[in-house]
């Protein structure tokens, strides 16, 4: 039965849009929810926050925006917030159009790294190896390169950067798409990547937003692939401190930057799906932080129609219920809900509004809008327009070669973001006699580097994890040839074997006199719709894979000098082996994209000097990690319970704070160079006082008004209906209900309280009046640290200055606040400056929902890495 002491809050926000209030659906509510934990839920938040026109940065999007929104009719509006379908256009996801005024509509395109499904694109560096450059201006032109090449194949919006999954698992599935583990890494490193992207005229999509930590039990259909009967996906149940300090923070980072969307996300937080979560989306996204772009589904992450609407989700990929069901929660059931004013017209200008303005924001005009010029589901030059019922067959795929010079830049990332964890005059190399290379990852895949579709499997070199967030490899440099030309170019003798389980040919090589050995190894993961040898998206272990571990241990026995180098989606258990004498040094390449051979030889032969620093935690043993993928359902068919309950404890913090010693912690990563710091000084700078936001937002704008006659609805005679095809009208004009085919049509329309309030609404103490990300006053600089860092050894080399702060009381013994990585010369010093400003010395406090300087004495520290804090000083 249902359980009338539970919150409205769980009927509001729940999933099945459910959420209604008819008796019917709250008694199955509690039936598929299953027994959990009565506080995780999310609590309501209505109504939507509306644009803000003058909010900073986004005053002349706006005004474009309203110019060409207000010549809109309904139909049109309705158009830009639904997709048309799966496979129906030629980018994974394309939005309707408004021909009438030469709008050609959203052509939106994974991935992260590059663009998936095109060929003649660059393979880019993971976003995790990309933060390990510790670089913002590298982290910024990877992003602008993306982009460029994005806008020559005539993309709207890239499916990307990545902050959710931020990292709290180690083995989960994505992590290599994001950054780091660490809030401030990932938020500096989002940041960069979205000014990079929208530089370039192209809309980024920060996702997934939020509590997407994990692969298993994000879809329910793919958890029945495998075997799972469960009722609604994984929920990840955050309490409000967690997700304000850990994994909103990079979020409210990326709408600072001013990121033209936000992706939700398939899994629920507090059992109420990501794309209609009112208090995630209406709240803290849109209110807290001030955000005015629009929100974006994760494909096929739409639950419900009205109430997602309500709940502040503007815009519906692929714009299906389900993949090519030709039927869609928006689409012509938006356009019912206006005319039945069960969605409130404000809400539709404001959804339109917003995905117009941040297609102006990055410098778009409609009069030249190029057209797309690829097809994602062939790389045939001729193909369907419409792929899902072969339907217009014509010219899709043009080849246009978008890479311009960015191999050079791939290159260049994938050097400086490798780390090398371990050296004990292994390198750098200089013109070694002979050199051995051994394992399956220095060589080609036996299939080529795109043999496996969306990358899903681990065969040759690992250069790119699997799924949706990967490009076509143009070419992939693999070691082995790259490493045997340099050897070759002066002079020397090269060998390699690249079969993980050739023992006596791997042991005859690496026991021949004056050898140096390079040995390879990988481990992979990726999304969760590709299941790689038994691993469903996120790891099943911590360790390499294809017998690597064994086969490094192997040559280590007969090596004398053993380099190891490891191409993996995150940390792998080194522990069996990384201590051997015979092992001379350990290089972490991570995910370095097409140039991966080259610029793992610019490292080993020290033509680039390492300066790379791990984005992760490398743990003795799994279990160090205190988080771990929930592998099997908790909630018998109900959805599965995450509890995120180490809290913002996750990674350095965690290591730190339970005194467990990791084999290589957070930051860390050598140099052919040494250098020594000195001199720290701190400056105070004259703040403003906090003070918390008041007042009140203007009223919700709205433009023009529209008929109520049905037939003004209907399809145009004229007008093709491709195979399961999503438009905005209405097939059947005999009545609303009829039009709707909805079975529930009228029954379950629960609307939330405040829902449809249109008068100014109060500002949030934490948020602004005009500046996005939250209020003005938490980015003002309190403190500079300053420092002298003197290269110490022969070569020139770069450092990463890291700044930790340590806030006292019930917080992480140190947190990253700000990093440079700076070039030195030998025998030279510079100067690192790193800021703190008020966001980084605050906690959130759930009862004043704002961020509070606590008493804590608070102390900074600067060194090269989370535990290499060479200089420390109290904030006074
Ligand atoms: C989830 O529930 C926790 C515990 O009640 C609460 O602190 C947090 O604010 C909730 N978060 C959301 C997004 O509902
Ligand atoms: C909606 O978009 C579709 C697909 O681009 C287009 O054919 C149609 O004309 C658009 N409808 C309106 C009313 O603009
Ligand atoms: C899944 O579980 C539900 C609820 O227990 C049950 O009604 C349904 O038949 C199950 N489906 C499958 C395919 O086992
Ligand atoms: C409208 O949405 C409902 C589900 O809320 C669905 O059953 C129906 O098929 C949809 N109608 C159209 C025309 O897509
Ligand atoms: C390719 O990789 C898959 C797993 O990713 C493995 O099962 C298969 O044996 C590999 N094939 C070759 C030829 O190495
Ligand atoms: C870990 O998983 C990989 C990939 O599935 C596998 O090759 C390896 O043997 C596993 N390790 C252990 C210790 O089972
Ligand atoms: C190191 O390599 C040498 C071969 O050069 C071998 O004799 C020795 O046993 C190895 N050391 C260890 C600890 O395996
Ligand atoms: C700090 O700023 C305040 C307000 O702007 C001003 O009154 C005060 O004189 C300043 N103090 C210093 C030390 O600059
Ligand atoms: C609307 O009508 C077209 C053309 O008859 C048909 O192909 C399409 O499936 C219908 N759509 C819906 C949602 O009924
Ligand atoms: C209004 O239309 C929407 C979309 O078809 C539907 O879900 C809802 O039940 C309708 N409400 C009323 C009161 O007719």
Same mark, same amino acid.
């Given at each position: 039965?249902?359980?009338?002491?539970?919150?409205?809050?769980?009927?509001?926000?729940? %999933?099945?849009?459910?959420?209604?209030?008819?008796?019917?659906?709250?008694?199955?509510?509690?039936?598929?929810?299953?027994?959990?934990?009565?506080?995780?839920?999310?609590?309501?938040?209505?109504?939507?926050?509306?644009?803000?026109?003058?909010?900073?940065?986004?005053?002349?999007?706006?005004?474009?925006?309203?110019?060409?929104?207000?010549?809109?009719?309904?139909?049109?509006?309705?158009?830009?917030?639904?997709?048309?379908?799966?496979?129906?256009?030629?980018?994974?996801?394309?939005?309707?159009?408004?021909?009438?005024?030469?709008?050609?509509?959203?052509?939106?395109?994974?991935?992260?790294?590059?663009?998936?499904?095109?060929?003649?694109?660059?393979?880019?560096?993971?976003?995790?190896?990309?933060?390990?450059?510790?670089?913002?201006?590298?982290?910024?032109?990877?992003?602008?390169?993306?982009?460029?090449?994005?806008?020559?194949?005539?993309?709207?919006?890239?499916?990307?950067?990545?902050?959710?999954?931020?990292?709290?698992?180690?083995?989960?599935?994505?992590?290599?798409?994001?950054?780091?583990?660490?809030?401030?890494?990932?938020?500096?490193?989002?940041?960069?990547?979205?000014?990079?992207?929208?530089?370039? $005229?192209?809309?980024?999509?920060?996702?997934?937003?939020?509590?997407?930590?994990?692969?298993?039990?994000?879809?329910?259909?793919?958890?029945?692939?495998?075997?799972?009967?469960?009722?609604?996906?994984?929920?990840?149940?955050?309490?409000?401190?967690?997700?304000?300090?850990?994994?909103?923070?990079?979020?409210?980072?990326?709408?600072?930057?001013?990121?033209?969307?936000?992706?939700?996300?398939?899994?629920?937080?507090?059992?109420?799906?990501?794309?209609?979560?009112?208090?995630?989306?209406?709240?803290?996204?849109?209110?807290?932080?001030?955000?005015?772009?629009?929100?974006?589904?994760?494909?096929?992450?739409?639950?419900?129609?009205?109430?997602?609407?309500?709940?502040?989700?503007?815009?519906?990929?692929?714009?299906?219920?389900?993949?090519?069901? $030709?039927?869609?929660?928006?689409?012509?059931?938006?356009?019912?809900?206006?005319?039945?004013?069960?969605?409130?017209?404000?809400?539709?200008?404001?959804?339109?509004?917003?995905?117009?303005?941040?297609?102006?924001?990055? $410098?778009?005009?409609?009069?030249?809008?190029?057209?797309?010029?690829?097809?994602?589901?062939?790389?045939?030059?001729?193909?369907?327009?419409?792929?899902?019922?072969?339907?217009?067959?014509?010219?899709?795929?043009?080849?246009?070669?978008?890479?311009?010079?960015?191999?050079?830049?791939?290159?260049?990332?994938?050097?400086?973001?490798?780390?090398?964890?371990?050296?004990?005059?292994?390198?750098?190399?200089?013109?070694?006699?002979?050199?051995?290379?051994?394992?399956?990852?220095?060589?080609? %895949?036996?299939?080529?580097?795109?043999?496996?579709?969306?990358?899903?499997?681990?065969?040759?070199?690992?250069?790119?994890?699997?799924?949706?967030?990967?490009?076509?490899?143009?070419?992939?440099?693999?070691?082995?040839?790259?490493?045997?030309?340099?050897?070759?170019?002066?002079?020397?003798?090269?060998?390699?074997?690249?079969?993980?389980?050739?023992?006596?040919? &791997?042991?005859?090589?690496?026991?021949?006199?004056?050898? =140096?050995?390079?040995?390879?190894?990988?481990?992979?993961?990726?999304?969760?719709?590709? =299941?790689?040898?038994?691993?469903?998206?996120?790891?099943?272990?911590?360790?390499?894979?294809?017998?690597?571990?064994?086969?490094?241990?192997?040559?280590?026995?007969?090596?004398?000098?053993?380099?190891?180098?490891?191409?993996?989606?995150?940390?792998?258990?080194?522990?069996?082996?990384?201590?051997?004498?015979?092992?001379?040094?350990?290089?972490?390449?991570?995910?370095?994209?097409?140039?991966?051979?080259?610029?793992?030889?610019?490292?080993?032969?020290?033509?680039?000097?390492?300066?790379?620093?791990?984005?992760?935690?490398?743990?003795?043993?799994?279990?160090?990690?205190?988080?771990?993928?929930?592998?099997?359902?908790?909630?018998?068919?109900?959805?599965?319970?995450?509890?995120?309950?180490?809290?913002?404890?996750?990674?350095?913090?965690?290591?730190?704070?339970?005194? &467990?010693?990791?084999?290589?912690?957070?930051?860390?990563?050598?140099?052919?160079?040494?250098?020594?710091?000195?001199?720290?000084?701190?400056?105070?700078?004259?703040?403003?006082?906090?003070?918390?936001?008041?007042?009140?937002?203007?009223?919700?704008?709205?433009?023009?008004?529209?008929?109520?006659?049905?037939?003004?609805?209907?399809?145009?005679?004229?007008?093709?209906?491709?195979?399961?095809?999503?438009?905005?009208?209405?097939?059947?004009?005999?009545?609303?209900?009829?039009?709707?085919?909805?079975?529930?049509? $009228?029954?379950?329309?629960?609307?939330?309280?405040?829902?449809?309030?249109?008068?100014?609404?109060?500002?949030?103490?934490?948020?602004?009046?005009? =500046?996005?990300?939250?209020?003005?006053?938490?980015?003002?600089?309190?403190?500079?640290?300053?420092?002298?860092?003197?290269?110490?050894?022969?070569?020139?080399?770069?450092?990463?200055?890291?700044?930790?702060?340590?806030?006292?009381?019930?917080?992480?013994?140190?947190?990253?606040?700000?990093?440079?990585?700076?070039?030195?010369?030998?025998?030279?010093?510079?100067?690192?400056?790193?800021?703190?400003?008020?966001?980084?010395?605050?906690?959130?406090?759930?009862?004043?929902?704002?961020?509070?300087?606590?008493?804590?004495?608070?102390?900074?520290?600067?060194?090269?890495?989370?535990?290499?804090?060479?200089?420390?000083?109290?904030?006074?």
């Amino acid at each position: 039965m249902w359980n009338p002491t539970v919150s409205l809050a769980l009927v509001v926000v729940s %999933s099945i849009y459910a959420a209604s209030a008819t008796l019917h659906s709250q008694e199955s509510k509690e039936g598929v929810l299953g027994a959990y934990d009565e506080k995780w839920i999310s609590d309501p938040y209505y109504p939507s926050p509306w644009m803000n026109p003058q909010a900073d940065g986004w005053e002349d999007a706006y005004m474009k925006a309203k110019d060409f929104v207000s010549q809109l009719n309904l139909l049109e509006k309705v158009n830009l917030t639904t997709g048309v379908g799966w496979e129906n256009g030629p980018c994974v996801g394309n939005t309707g159009s408004v021909l009438r005024l030469g709008f050609k509509g959203f052509c939106n395109q994974d991935s992260p790294q590059g663009i998936r499904f095109a060929d003649y694109v660059s393979a880019f560096t993971s976003g995790q190896l990309t933060a390990a450059t510790f670089d913002r201006s590298l982290i910024y032109d990877r992003g602008h390169a993306m982009a460029n090449e994005h806008k020559g194949k005539g993309i709207t919006m890239q499916l990307g950067p990545v902050a959710g999954p931020l990292g709290r698992i180690p083995e989960g599935g994505r992590i290599w798409e994001g950054f780091a583990p660490d809030p401030v890494l990932t938020g500096i490193a989002i940041a960069e990547t979205i000014k990079g992207i929208q530089d370039a $005229g192209i809309v980024a999509s920060a996702k997934h937003y939020i509590g997407n930590e994990q692969e298993r039990f994000r879809q329910v259909s793919e958890s029945a692939d495998h075997g799972y009967n469960i009722s609604e996906t994984l929920s990840s149940n955050i309490d409000d401190k967690t997700l304000h300090e850990l994994y909103l923070w990079p979020f409210a980072d990326a709408v600072r930057a001013g990121v033209g969307s936000i992706l939700c996300s398939y899994t629920q937080i507090n059992n109420s799906y990501g794309c209609q979560n009112s208090k995630t989306l209406n709240n803290i996204l849109k209110g807290e932080l001030g955000f005015q772009g629009f929100v974006v589904s994760d494909w096929a992450g739409h639950q419900s129609g009205v109430s997602s609407a309500l709940a502040g989700m503007d815009m519906s990929m692929p714009g299906d219920t389900a993949f090519d069901t $030709g039927l869609s929660y928006f689409g012509a059931n938006l356009t019912i809900a206006l005319l039945n004013g069960t969605v409130p017209e404000w809400r539709l200008d404001d959804m339109a509004m917003r995905i117009m303005a941040a297609y102006f924001k990055v $410098g778009n005009r409609i009069e030249d809008q190029p057209d797309v010029n690829f097809n994602s589901w062939t790389y045939d030059t001729y193909g369907y327009k419409y792929a899902y019922g072969s339907e217009d067959y014509e010219q899709v795929n043009g080849h246009v070669d978008v890479r311009g010079d960015h191999a050079r830049l791939i290159r260049e990332i994938a050097a400086k973001g490798t780390v090398l964890l371990k050296n004990n005059d292994g390198l750098p190399l200089k013109t070694p006699k002979f050199v051995a290379v051994v394992g399956e990852d220095a060589g080609p %895949s036996l299939y080529g580097p795109n043999g496996c579709a969306d990358r899903g499997c681990d065969n040759g070199t690992l250069a790119m994890g699997w799924g949706s967030g990967t490009s076509e490899f143009p070419y992939l440099i693999t070691p082995d040839s790259a490493i045997q030309n340099q050897v070759l170019s002066y002079g020397g003798r090269y060998e390699s074997v690249l079969d993980n389980w050739a023992e006596d040919s &791997i042991l005859t090589l690496v026991s021949k006199p004056e050898v =140096t050995c390079i040995v390879f190894g990988n481990a992979d993961s990726g999304e969760g719709f590709i =299941t790689v040898d038994g691993n469903w998206g996120d790891r099943n272990n911590l360790t390499l894979w294809r017998n690597a571990d064994q086969v490094i241990q192997k040559v280590s026995s007969s090596c004398s000098n053993t380099i190891v180098v490891l191409h993996t989606v995150g940390p792998v258990l080194l522990t069996e082996w990384y201590n051997h004498p015979n092992i001379t040094a350990i290089v972490w390449a991570g995910l370095p994209g097409q140039e991966s051979g080259n610029s793992l030889v610019d490292i080993l032969w020290g033509k680039v000097n390492p300066a790379g620093r791990s984005p992760f935690t490398w743990a003795r043993q799994r279990e160090d990690y205190g988080t771990d993928i929930l592998y099997e359902p908790n909630n018998g068919n109900g959805p599965p319970q995450q509890a995120y309950s180490e809290g913002v404890y996750i990674d350095y913090r965690h290591f730190d704070k339970a005194g &467990i010693d990791p084999i290589f912690e957070f930051g860390h990563g050598l140099s052919y160079t040494t250098f020594n710091y000195s001199n720290i000084r701190v400056i105070k700078r004259n703040v403003t006082k906090y003070e918390p936001t008041v007042g009140l937002t203007i009223k919700a704008p709205t433009f023009g008004n529209f008929s109520l006659n049905l037939s003004d609805y209907a399809l145009p005679d004229a007008y093709p209906y491709p195979t399961a095809y999503i438009y905005p009208y209405l097939n059947n004009t005999s009545s609303l209900e009829a039009a709707s085919m909805d079975p529930e049509y $009228g029954r379950r329309d629960f609307i939330p309280p405040h829902a449809y309030e249109s008068s100014p609404q109060p500002l949030l103490p934490a948020g602004d009046r005009s =500046t996005s990300g939250g209020n003005r006053l938490l980015y003002e600089i309190m403190y500079e640290v300053i420092a002298t860092i003197t290269n110490t050894g022969d070569v020139a080399g770069d450092e990463v200055a890291q700044l930790y702060v340590a806030l006292g009381g019930d917080n992480p013994p140190v947190q990253l606040r700000d990093f440079d990585r700076i070039h030195i010369k030998p025998g030279e010093s510079a100067t690192f400056s790193g800021s703190i400003n008020r966001r980084d010395l605050s906690n959130w406090d759930v009862v004043s929902q704002n961020w509070v300087i606590s008493d804590e004495p608070k102390k900074v520290f600067i060194g090269s890495s989370s535990r290499k804090l060479h200089l420390s000083a109290v904030l006074h």
